[in-house]
Structure formats: structure tokens, C-alpha cells
């Protein structure tokens, strides 16, 4: 079952059966045409009771409950103010990177490695994961603190299980693959370290592939799942 993304007239569709398995990075980046962003909003409707959740869930039952990493089309390279004191890391990030009529650039501040947690508006509403649009988790809690990200989970009226965590490198070295790095989340519900998701913004972007990493690819079809950006 796919999923239609549009926005401004134009439509994508984005099949929900990971292919590419041992492909390189670079081609499974090319391959999909969804961003991570895109990805987990339509995952997260009705608090992650739908089709997509479902099938996220299924491909890894079927995997005999073996973890599986999808790359999304995004990359980070390393913005111009450094880090700031709160250790979170300027970055430079691109969404549907490529694609005309879609492609975001944009510039955020990345918190620390840990958990993904829920911010608030100032009325106390719940705002959101991640930075708009982008890959980018808005504020995360260390790895060590789980009952406090789980408690922030449950108090903005979201599933805990699905409790997630982000890891990227502390600092982006613009020598090493021109400074870029692909985005891509890991399926690993079986972890109570990394959370049921891991997003990862620090994959290089010259790397041989993986048994264990793939990409969404583009569905020719009718859809079924519908998403307006």
C-alpha cells in the first residue's frame, strides 16, 4: 500500500515495500523519493494506528523480527556557526534533495545524541519531533534519562512505544566526502537503548551497502494512503 505525498499541485508516490537491499548509500538516496520528515508524519497519524505503521511493522515480522535501516532523501552538511552552549551542532540540511518542485534547504541547530522528545507551543500544545521539514530532531534527552522521554511522550498524549532516538556525529568534517552526510532511520524495535525508530544524521555519502539498509522507491500506482505536506 503507497503513499501519495502533494504539495502545491505536484503529487509523488512512494511505494511502502523497502527494495535495495546492498545497494550503496548514494543509490538507495537517489532511489526513494520521500524525505524523512515526510516519512515519519505519515507514520505518526492517529498517534501510529495506519497503514503505514502497519507496514513498517509487518516488513519487520517479516524479516523474522530482524532490524532494517531505510535511507531517506536528505542530506546534512555542516552550517557556519559551529556549536553553540548547548552543545547542539549548526547544520546545513536539504529535504527531497534533487527533486524539482520539492527540494528544502534550510538551517538548524541539531540537539545532542539521545531521545526524540515532544516539544510544546507556549500554550502547552503539542508542536512537534523535529525542526519543520527537515530530518532534525527539535530537542532531544540522553540515552541514559528513558523514563523521563517516555513520561514527555505520554504526557503530549503520544504512543510511547514508539520512543525513538537520534545519533549524528558531534562534528562534520568538510574534508571527508565534501562534508555531506545522507539521513536514513533504523527499524529496531527490539532495542531499549536506541528507541523503536534511530535516526541516523551521519551516514557518509560514499559507502558500500548494507544486507540490512534499503530505500523507499517510487510507486507507479493508484495510492491509497494520502498526505497533504
Known amino acids: 500500500m503507497p503513499i501519495k505525498l502533494s504539495q502545491n499541485g505536484k503529487v509523488l508516490q512512494v511505494s511502502l515495500i523497502p527494495r535495495g537491499f546492498k545497494l550503496p548509500y548514494p543509490d538507495l538516496h537517489e532511489q526513494t523519493p520521500i524525505s524523512l520528515y515526510a516519512l515519519a508524519k505519515a507514520e505518526g497519524v492517529n498517534n501510529f494506528e495506519n497503514p503505514v505503521a502497519q507496514a513498517m511493522e509487518a516488513f519487520y515480522q517479516k524479516r523474522e523480527r530482524q532490524w532494517y ?3 531517506t532523501r536528505d542530506v546534512i552538511e555542516k552550517g557556519g556557526r559551529g556549536v553553540d552552549n548547548k552543545g547542539r551542532l549548526h547544520l546545513r540540511v536539504v529535504s527531497f534533495d534533487g527533486i524539482e518542485g520539492w527540494e528544502k534547504t534550510g538551517e538548524v541547530w541539531a540537539p545532542k545524541a539521545g531521545y526524540i522528545v515532544p516539544t510544546s507551543d507556549s500554550d502547552g500544545t503539542f508542536a512537534g519531533l523535529f525542526h519543520e521539514g527537515t530530518p532534525v530532531p527539535i530537542e532531544t534527552l540522553p540515552f541514559e534519562e528513558r523514563d523521563g522521554a517516555v513520561a514527555r511522550w505520554e504526557a503530549n498524549g503520544l ?15 568538510q574534508k571527508q566526502d565534501n562534508g555531506k ?15 523503536r525508530f534511530s535516526v541516523g544524521l551521519c551516514g557518509p ?13 517510487p510507486y507507479e500506482s493508484e495510492p491509497e494512503v494520502k498526505l497533504e505536506l
Open 69 to 71: 535501516g531505510l535511507i
Open 159 to 173: 504512543n510511547s512505544k514508539y520512543l525513538s532516538g537520534a545519533y549524528m556525529q558531534e562534528r562534520i568534517d
Open 181 to 195: 552526510r545522507l539521513v536514513g532511520r533504523e527499524f529496531c524495535p527490539g532495542s531499549d537503548v536506541l528507541g
Open 205 to 217: 555519502s560514499l559507502v558500500f551497502g548494507s544486507d540490512w539498509i534499503a530505500s523507499l522507491p
